[in-house]
Nanobody, 127 residues
Framework: QVQLVESGGGLVQAGGSLRLSCAAS????????MGWFRQAPGKERDFVAA????????YYADSVKGRFTISRDDAQNTVFLHVRRLTPEDTALYYC????????????????????WGQGTQVTVSS
């Protein structure tokens, strides 16, 4: 059973930065396409960023493009999301997710495409 554990969230002022991490265990990390989603209270879970198995395919939501960077380190079984120039609108619970047995270039943009989810890490941005 694959387990995903997010960390790195916190309270930050507008304009600040954080690095979110998602550590995977219980499977073969290099075979997973990975993604980050976020959910604010009372809202749906929204796509943020995704990275393919190869690491060469990356996709961002328009709302975070140019501010967020997704990366992966297969040696550490970890995917990262570096979030910069944060605004109060970025406040949400951030989840990482994995697609098992993904194609080499596959990038998932919808929650339904993902097989495994972490519990989330809270990011709160004060104005």
């Amino acid at each position: 059973q694959v387990q995903l554990v997010e960390s790195g969230g916190g309270l930050v002022q507008a304009g600040g930065s954080l690095r979110l991490s998602c550590a995977a265990s219980g499977g073969t990390f290099s075979s997973y396409a990975m993604g980050w989603f976020r959910q604010a209270p009372g809202k749906e879970r929204d796509f943020v960023a995704a990275i393919s198995r190869s690491g060469g395919g990356i996709y961002y939501a328009d709302s975070v493009k140019g501010r967020f960077t997704i990366s992966r380190d297969d040696a550490q079984n970890t995917v990262f999301l570096h979030v910069r120039r944060l605004t109060p609108e970025d406040t949400a619970l951030y989840y990482c997710a994995a697609v098992s047995s993904a194609g080499w270039t596959f990038i998932g943009r919808r929650p339904g495409e993902y097989d495994y989810w972490g519990q989330g890490t809270q990011v709160t941005v004060s104005s």
